[in-house]
């Protein structure tokens, strides 16, 4: 499911090897309600509670968050974040079955987009098994829990996980 990443994108990615990266990660529909909405499925921990320990992993970077369950602000921020940061790390929730708009979003900035699931979504319900966003992501992860937002950035950044630690 990994995307090629074009050329244009390599050279900013290479160079923030050794340098600090601003990243975003946005999340989308109901990811608010991590560590109460099916356990079984999406983990026990909240996303805000999980968030410190992500950026002590990283902490030559800058990791910002945002949430939203509104289709319509999850595309603002994106296009917002189009120049401001080095790439943003997405969880689109729901979205990622349904949401044409949020693709060509992605696909409209600049920043490169990697996608994260909690669950793998292969392995799911049959209307979840397509993501229309990971189309227009350079790369996904997913079946990983919340592991797979340091995975994604680790990528992103060419650092192991926990360097700094």
Known sequence: MAAEIPFSRLKPLFLHKFSRMRILI???????????????????????D??????????????DYFQSNHEG??????????GQYDAVVM?????????????????????PVVEVHLSDITKREPFRRHSYTAEA?????MGLGLKGYEEAIADLTKTPPHQGR
Request: with cysteine; charged share 25%; net charge negative.
């Open 50 to 63: 999980y968030l410190p320990q992500l950026r002590d992993g990283f902490p030559q970077h800058e990791i």
């Open 137 to 141: 992501c350079e790369k996904v992860f």
């Open 26 to 48: 946005i999340n989308g529909p109901n990811l608010n309600l991590l560590g109460k909405r099916e356990p079984e499925i999406y983990g026990s921990v909240s996303f805000e």
């Open 73 to 82: 602000c999850l595309i603002d921020k994106l296009q917002e974040a189009d």
């Open 91 to 111: 969880n689109p929730g729901g979205y990622a079955h349904t949401s044409i708009a949020l693709a060509d979003c992605i696909r409209a900035i600049d920043t």
